[in-house]
Nanobody, 123 residues
Framework: QVQLVESGGGLVQAGGSLRLSCAAS????????MAWFRQALGKGREFVAS????????DYADSVKGRFTISRDNAKNTAYLQMNSLKPEDTAVYYC????????????????WGQGTQVIVSS
């Protein structure tokens, strides 16, 4: 499995921006679709965004469309999540995930997970 390490979380005011990074190692990065999930306190983990190995296939949860952008830099083995116009309801632990082959949006499709990075959006 590929190893994943997220970074970039923190505390931000509503309307602000953050960029999360996910550094991958251990396997050929371009064999994997990447995704971001999040889990708010007391809730289940939910899909945020996914991207295919070449960046051609991208999908977003309705709740983040138009505000978040997923991307990847295969030369750096890193995926990103640019989060703009943040809202208090975006507060959660954000997880990076990798899936061999085609992208997906179901948590159970992903075998490799990072440790998570906390994002707190204050009102």
């Amino acid at each position: 499995q590929v190893q994943l390490v997220e970074s970039g979380g923190g505390l931000v005011q509503a309307g602000g921006s953050l960029r999360l990074s996910c550094a991958a190692s251990g396997r050929t990065f371009t064999n994997y679709a990447m995704a971001w999930f999040r889990q708010a306190l007391g809730k289940g983990r939910e899909f945020v965004a996914s991207i295919s190995w070449n960046g051609y296939m991208i999908d977003y949860a309705d709740s983040v469309k138009g505000r978040f952008t997923i991307s990847r830099d295969n030369a750096k083995n890193t995926a990103y999540l640019q989060m703009n116009s943040l809202k208090p309801e975006d507060t959660a632990v954000y997880y990076c995930a990798a899936k061999f082959g085609t992208p997906a949006s179901r948590e159970t499709d992903f075998r490799s997970w990072g440790q998570g990075t906390q994002v707190i959006v204050s009102s």
